[in-house]
């Protein structure tokens, strides 16, 4: 008896046997109000190889898909595309149960998981460019070094010209449909790009040398199986493509302002800038992060041109809400960006003075110097905000035009 969890069949040799993860809301510091999955795979063939495994919870799903196919502990290889916990908290526990004859990872895979589970077991490195063939298939592997951390490889099967991505074009989606034609466009181009932009960024170079690579090598995708949201079975070429854009970071004419206020004087502040942007052309998005989360606004940074940023001065300092997404922005680093800083203070006004250089160590092009209010803005206070904005619209018209 298999249980209540059924495999899903993806080409001549590849099943689904992953798990769905309805509740998280949360994944190291980016919200996932859409839950996600962790995908694993089966490929049957003269012997079964299992792709990957689960995040520890969902063990027993993984096994029970595994077992709608075939007999677990028929496994005879496991293939470890990334030693991430929720691909591989389940390894040990999945080993000691099937007893595969061999675990298969990269050289920093091997490393990665003898230091997260001092198993005593040998893991067997495969290297970049290496071609194994196992149980009657033909399988290649390639390093993808950072992509997103220093273990991480992609596994490409010949016979069904499938690329097991890992964490490659993938996105934090938990829907009841497996593939990507069958879920709306929409959510499926928001939840990718929010997945880009939170966890690539910072590794963009990386991302278009790998598409170069892979085109240069002249592999055939006709089907992509990403560690976590849907499995592309029809033109895959449309998420590589919107990977090859996310990583150039061509500025765009939106300009995000993005504040948090104590009594309103910052936000008065925000919404006169916005104002301004919108009369000089450019498409302004105002996000105060009282109901703003960080993520989404890296989200909304990934396709900008402008990020104009406000605080008040609390303890000599800059805003709580304000810290915390600019110490995430800078972590992502985020590229070809101009922008400028504004607030308000009562009677030391270091705040905006901060964040000005934390702009300038991101390397935001200030357009021009912080905008500073005391106390509560007056009608003047206001049109200079507007003026603000006005300025940076401008220079943003300027930006866009040049790279075009």
Same mark, same amino acid.
């Given at each position: 008896?298999?249980?209540?969890?059924?495999?899903?069949?993806?080409?001549?040799?590849?099943?689904?046997?992953?798990?769905?993860?309805?509740?998280?809301?949360? &994944?190291?510091?980016?919200?996932?109000?859409?839950? +996600?999955?962790?995908?694993?795979?089966?490929?049957?063939?003269?012997?079964?190889?299992?792709?990957?495994?689960?995040?520890?919870? &969902?063990?027993?799903?993984?096994? =029970?898909?595994?077992?709608?196919?075939?007999?677990?502990?028929?496994?005879?290889?496991?293939?470890?595309?990334?030693?991430?916990?929720?691909?591989?908290?389940?390894?040990? #526990?999945?080993?000691?149960?099937?007893?595969?004859?061999?675990?298969?990872?990269?050289?920093?895979?091997?490393?990665?998981?003898?230091?997260?589970?001092?198993?005593? #077991?040998?893991?067997?490195?495969?290297?970049?460019?290496?071609?194994?063939?196992?149980?009657?298939?033909?399988? =290649?592997?390639?390093?993808?070094?950072?992509?997103?951390?220093?273990? +991480?490889?992609?596994?490409?099967?010949?016979?069904?010209?499938?690329? &097991?991505?890992?964490?490659?074009? @993938?996105?934090?989606?938990?829907?009841?449909?497996?593939?990507?034609?069958?879920?709306?466009?929409?959510?499926?181009?928001?939840?990718?790009?929010?997945?880009?932009?939170?966890?690539?960024?910072?590794?963009?170079?990386?991302?278009?040398?790998?598409?170069?690579?892979?085109? +240069?090598?002249?592999?055939?995708?006709?089907?992509?199986?990403?560690?976590?949201?849907?499995?592309? #079975?029809?033109?895959?070429?449309?998420?590589?493509?919107?990977?090859? $854009?996310?990583?150039?970071?061509?500025?765009?004419?939106?300009?995000?302002?993005?504040?948090?206020?104590?009594?309103? =004087?910052?936000?008065?502040?925000?919404?006169?800038?916005?104002? @301004?942007?919108?009369?000089?052309?450019?498409?302004?998005?105002?996000?105060?992060?009282?109901?703003?989360?960080?993520?989404?606004?890296?989200?909304?940074?990934?396709?900008?041109?402008?990020?104009?940023?406000?605080?008040?001065?609390?303890?000599?300092?800059?805003?709580?809400?304000?810290?915390?997404?600019?110490?995430?922005?800078?972590?992502?680093?985020? $590229?070809?960006?101009?922008?400028?800083?504004?607030? =308000?203070?009562?009677?030391?006004?270091?705040?905006?003075?901060?964040?000005?250089?934390?702009?300038?160590?991101? $390397?935001?092009?200030?357009?021009?110097?912080?905008?500073?209010?005391?106390?509560?803005?007056?009608?003047?206070?206001?049109? #200079?905000?507007?003026?603000?904005?006005?300025?940076?619209?401008?220079?943003?018209?300027?930006?866009?035009?040049?790279?075009?």
């Amino acid at each position: 008896m298999s249980g209540p969890f059924e495999a899903v069949k993806i080409s001549d040799h590849v099943y689904w046997v992953g798990a769905i993860d309805w509740g998280i809301r949360d &994944f190291h510091g980016y919200s996932t109000f859409r839950g +996600s999955t962790y995908n694993a795979y089966l490929i049957v063939a003269d012997d079964v190889i299992l792709i990957d495994t689960v995040k520890a919870p &969902f063990k027993d799903e993984l096994l =029970s898909r595994v077992a709608s196919v075939t007999e677990p502990r028929n496994i005879k290889y496991i293939i470890s595309n990334h030693s991430e916990m929720d691909h591989s908290g389940s390894l040990p #526990r999945v080993i000691a149960e099937v007893e595969p004859e061999k675990v298969f990872a990269s050289p920093n895979g091997v490393k990665a998981l003898a230091a997260h589970f001092h198993m005593d #077991r040998e893991i067997t490195a495969v290297k970049d460019g290496e071609n194994l063939a196992l149980g009657g298939v033909n399988l =290649s592997f390639l390093e993808t070094r950072m992509l997103h951390w220093p273990d +991480s490889m992609v596994t490409y099967v010949a016979e069904d010209r499938l690329l &097991f991505s890992q964490d490659g074009f @993938g996105m934090h989606l938990a829907t009841a449909e497996r593939f990507a034609d069958e879920i709306d466009e929409c959510a499926i181009v928001e939840e990718g790009a929010k997945y880009y932009a939170n966890i690539l960024t910072p590794y963009s170079a990386l991302v278009t040398k790998l598409i170069e690579r892979v085109g +240069s090598l002249g592999i055939r995708i006709d089907v992509l199986c990403p560690d976590h949201g849907p499995i592309w #079975r029809k033109d895959p070429g449309k998420i590589i493509g919107l990977w090859s $854009k996310w990583a150039e970071q061509a500025p765009t004419g939106k300009a995000l302002v993005v504040y948090d206020t104590m009594w309103g =004087s910052t936000e008065k502040m925000a919404r006169a800038i916005s104002e @301004g942007l919108i009369d000089g052309g450019a498409t302004a998005l105002v996000m105060p992060l009282h109901s703003c989360h960080r993520s989404d606004v890296a989200t909304e940074l990934l396709e900008a041109g402008a990020l104009l940023v406000g605080t008040p001065t609390i303890n000599n300092s800059v805003f709580p809400t304000v810290a915390d997404v600019i110490a995430y922005l800078k972590g992502l680093k985020f $590229k070809n960006l101009i922008g400028a800083v504004f607030g =308000s203070y009562g009677w030391s006004g270091e705040g905006h003075k901060l964040l000005n250089d934390e702009l300038a160590s991101m $390397k935001v092009e200030i357009v021009a110097d912080p905008m500073a209010v005391n106390y509560v803005p007056d009608g003047e206070a206001l049109d #200079r905000c507007r003026g603000l904005g006005l300025a940076v619209a401008k220079k943003l018209k300027e930006v866009v035009k040049g790279g075009s």
